[in-house]
């Protein structure tokens, strides 16, 4: 199954467009899990068992493990949604980006050691840093392309030819980057337009869209303009908003509380 | 001391501009050290050992580490150089690049887990996802301007307003973003023109220069338009050609031969 297909198949099982990333904090976590040598894991395994069933993939990111040393917990995080919650998909947030041979090891590193489903990459090193990440076939890569922070604008919003650097990000992964029909974007949802604009030129494929709610994006607005020609395309992603619902032992149906609230505000196929 | 001074010493001390970059690929490694459970560490130690006091940096290339899980030799490789030749800067080539808090993550990970004095970052999501790194005032942040590889050309040789793109990185990165007046960029050996027209515009700001010899970049050519105004600032990078030199048990005598060549080649203040 490519991870095209398990999306599909998530959004039609979950009516649901919601992602949760998987961005633990040490020291926000729960009194009775800080002291667990596992903490993170056991966090984790608690938002997930709660909201399994009602979302499209889970995001997992990087730096918030590898600060920490906590390889092991990022594993056995993503080993359990595949054991117990196979239906899922699993995005290894890891924005990479090299050249040849080294794009080569981060693309093992992401679908081999960690068994990600996708993994998101940067696109500035252009085509041939892409192609060691897209030639796993089954395997979804994840183009930033307009990314949600402020700063995004200094290059990503840069004029070329009459159109914004993003937008020729957009139809250079819908069209000449994209020979094995797996790559994906990433299209912050501060600015509905943006969403619209870059839709337009890709087709049906995924996009992954932070930044509705905690950095002020409208869910209606993104939804309406960021479907797909089925009535999905959209990984609507939320982190923090979601896992830190509640401070306390409750975090976890907390969690799924601001899910709901995100499905039905329109976070639904 | 922070990363420009310990750089600017060990220019002085090695007379060399030749950084060896430590990317092990465990298949390739000699025969007598495939077996060992710290076989990739052994390798780097056997190198660093050779090469120490004729090279200005040492750069180990993250995937090469986390695509087998050695996070482990991958610090002891640091630490390594550290306790040994505290002299002689380390730069991580990780190329992270992130929004807000999740890029502390990763700072965080380079500067405190790791102890690099330096770390590759690439400038796509712009200046607010650098200034988590460029805070630690201490440590040097190598900003991707213009790679070595074909494809770089996709995105970074895109003209705005006259100039190709890596242009305006390379001026954001002398101005705006440089607060701290700890930015480096990565600049290819592959066309020394693009060399000579970053080094216009960004003083005398380190350049972190791969692809001379095994990419074709003509050293001589490099280093003429390349240096600085005090006959320095860069930092020449070359990785297999000088850890594989020979396959034999030889290999780091000969990691050493490769490094005084490229001295005597003109990769020298």
Redesign the interface.
């Known amino acids: 199954m490519t991870f095209q297909e398990k999306l599909n198949a998530a959004w039609a099982k979950s009516r649901s467009l919601v992602c949760v990333g998987l961005?633990p904090e040490k020291k926000r976590l729960p009194e009775r899990l800080f002291n667990r040598p596992d903490a993170i894991f056991a966090f984790n395994k608690a938002i997930i068992d709660a909201t399994h069933d009602i979302v499209c993939a889970y995001k997992p990111?990087f730096?918030?493990y590898?600060?920490?040393?906590a390889?092991d917990q990022l594993a056995a995080t993503i080993d359990y949604i595949h054991d117990r919650y196979p239906h899922v998909p699993v995005i290894l947030d890891a924005?990479?980006?090299?050249?040849?041979s080294?794009?080569e090891?981060?693309a093992?590193?992401a679908f081999?050691?960690y068994r990600a489903d996708a993994v998101t990459v940067?696109?500035?090193?252009?085509?041939?840093?892409?192609a060691p990440f897209t030639k796993y076939a089954d395997k979804g890569v994840i183009l930033?392309c307009r990314?949600?922070?402020?700063?995004?604008?200094?290059?990503?919003e840069?004029?070329?030819?009459g159109e914004p650097?993003y937008m020729?990000?957009a139809k250079?992964a819908a069209n000449e980057w994209n020979g094995n029909n797996n790559i994906s974007l990433v299209v912050g949802a501060t600015v509905p337009q943006v969403i619209a604009d870059v839709r337009r030129v890709v087709g049906d494929m995924p996009l992954l869209v932070p930044g509705v709610g905690a950095q002020g994006g409208d869910m209606k607005a993104t939804v309406a303009v960021g479907r797909d020609s089925n009535g999905t395309g959209l990984i609507i992603n939320a982190s923090r908003s979601v896992i830190y619902a509640s401070g306390g032992d409750d975090f976890a149906h907390a969690a799924r509380g601001v899910v709901e609230q995100m499905i039905e505000d329109g976070a639904m196929p």
């Open positions: 961005d990111q730096a918030h590898a600060a920490i040393a390889e924005k990479r980006g090299d050249v040849g080294t794009a090891f981060y093992a590193e081999e050691r940067n696109p500035y090193l252009g085509g041939d840093s892409i930033l990314t949600s922070n402020a700063g995004g604008a200094d290059l990503q840069q004029m070329i030819d650097l020729r990000v250079l």
